[in-house]
T-cell receptor, first 113, second 115 residues
Framework: NAGVTQTPKFQVLKTGQSMTLQCAQDMNHNSMYWYRQDPGMGLRLIYYSASEGTTDKGEVPNGYNVSRLNKREFSLRLESAAPSQTSVYFC????????????FGSGTRLTVV | RKEVEQDPGPFNVPEGATVAFNCTYSNSASQSFFWYRQDCRKEPKLLMSVYSSGNEDGRFTAQLNRASQYISLLIRDSKLSDSATYLCVVSGDMNYGGSQGNLIFGKGTKLSVKP
């Protein structure tokens, strides 16, 4: 019962480097999400995908791109990392928007130096 | 006004105590309400949904007051293992951050249960 799997768990990047955070769920969920969590800021939505084939911006999308590769997978890409993107990133999935609880992955701790 | 507001705590209580967390939300159109638990350096996990009639799960009781836009979580007979941050979560509106009906998370209330 894997649920939501995120990789990598930890990453250190230099400013300007790029990377892709991977997320996969095995619960046949329609909707997937990427959040970042910073001290004192709580969880903030970066991008979400209501269903396979669609993606939309959340509260803090600048500096990120996403791809809903198929129903299972939803990746987050940082094209040119900045120190302000140092954060813990969580992927989540749910049966649908709004009225469903989310299941989260274990997170990726990203440091940009 | 912030979408979801919680007292950040920390709440430091002895084992066996009863502790209550409160949360207010700004979107009167919200339809879904949850409490999540987040342990240190871990992902948030769904603790319980919150229904208008109130609901109970063992030592945990959740209440919703739609008129006051207020949600509460009561923990009875606190255990050491209850130490965590508790996140109040509500569904957003159509115009929140470009998302439609996505969940909005409060910043959480930290609970520390001491022996």
């Amino acid at each position: 019962n894997a649920g939501v799997t995120q990789t990598p768990k930890f990453q250190v990047l230099k400013t300007g480097q790029s990377m892709t955070l991977q997320c996969a769920q095995d619960m046949n969920h329609n909707s997937m999400y990427w959040y970042r969590q910073d001290p004192g800021m709580g969880l903030r939505l970066i991008y979400y995908s209501a269903s396979e084939g669609t993606t939309d911006k959340g509260e803090v999308p600048n500096g990120y791109n996403v791809s809903r590769l198929n129903k299972r997978e939803f990746s987050l890409r940082l094209e040119s990392a900045a120190p302000s993107q140092t954060s813990v990133y969580f992927c989540a999935s749910s049966g649908g928007l709004g009225n469903w609880g989310y299941t989260f992955g274990s997170g990726t701790r990203l440091t940009v130096v | 006004r912030k979408e979801v507001e919680q007292d950040p705590g920390p709440f430091n209580v002895p084992e066996g105590a009863t502790v209550a967390f409160n949360c207010t939300y700004s979107n009167s159109a919200s339809q879904s309400f949850f409490w999540y638990r987040q342990d240190c350096r871990k992902e948030p996990k769904l603790l319980m949904s919150v229904y208008s009639s109130g609901n109970e799960d063992g030592r945990f009781t959740a209440q919703l007051n739609r008129a006051s836009q207020y949600i509460s979580l009561l923990i009875r007979d606190s255990k050491l293992s209850d130490s965590a941050t508790y996140l109040c979560v509500v569904s957003g509106d159509m115009n929140y951050g470009g998302s439609q009906g996505n969940l909005i998370f409060g910043k959480g209330t930290k609970l520390s249960v001491k022996p």
